[in-house]
């Protein structure tokens, strides 16, 4: 018997198989994790923006750059999450977006 077929088939189904979705867990609009995203954005964002001026961009540029960088951070970590079998969560999502909103407000009104 050839056991290459085998092979392939185990290689092609561990490559293609999407990760099990665990059973639904609830996802309230308030909670630690919720508080995590939205401080972690926050933070991010302070910090991506001084970079960013610090090299010398003007303020625009360097909202355009902490605007794609966090929002790259918030999306990776969701799909980190659907990888290890937990949903993606548009709440977190969301808390990830206020503390954006809320770190570029702050942006816009430092020198």
Same mark, same amino acid.
């Given at each position: 018997?050839?056991?290459?077929?085998?092979?392939?088939?185990?290689?092609?189904?561990?490559?293609?198989?999407?990760?099990?979705?665990?059973?639904?867990?609830?996802?309230?609009?308030? /909670?630690?994790?919720?508080?995590?995203?939205?401080?972690?954005?926050?933070?991010?964002? /302070?910090?991506?923006?001084?970079?960013?001026?610090?090299?010398?961009?003007?303020?625009?540029?360097?909202?355009?750059?902490?605007?794609?960088?966090?929002?790259?951070?918030?999306?990776?970590?969701?799909?980190?999450?659907?990888?290890?079998?937990?949903?993606?969560?548009?709440?977190?999502?969301?808390?990830? /977006?206020?503390?954006?909103?809320?770190?570029?407000?702050?942006?816009?009104?430092?020198?």
């Amino acid at each position: 018997m050839n056991p290459l077929p085998p092979l392939v088939l185990a290689f092609q189904l561990t490559l293609g198989a999407s990760p099990a979705i665990r059973p639904e867990v609830p996802d309230p609009w308030f /909670g630690e994790d919720k508080f995590r995203h939205f401080f972690l954005s926050l933070a991010a964002t /302070g910090f991506t923006y001084g970079a960013a001026r610090t090299v010398g961009l003007d303020q625009g540029p360097a909202l355009v750059l902490t605007t794609a960088a966090v929002v790259a951070a918030g999306v990776g970590k969701e799909i980190h999450d659907r990888a290890r079998g937990d949903r993606i969560s548009a709440r977190d999502l969301a808390w990830d /977006g206020a503390g954006l909103l809320a770190g570029l407000a702050l942006a816009v009104h430092s020198r």
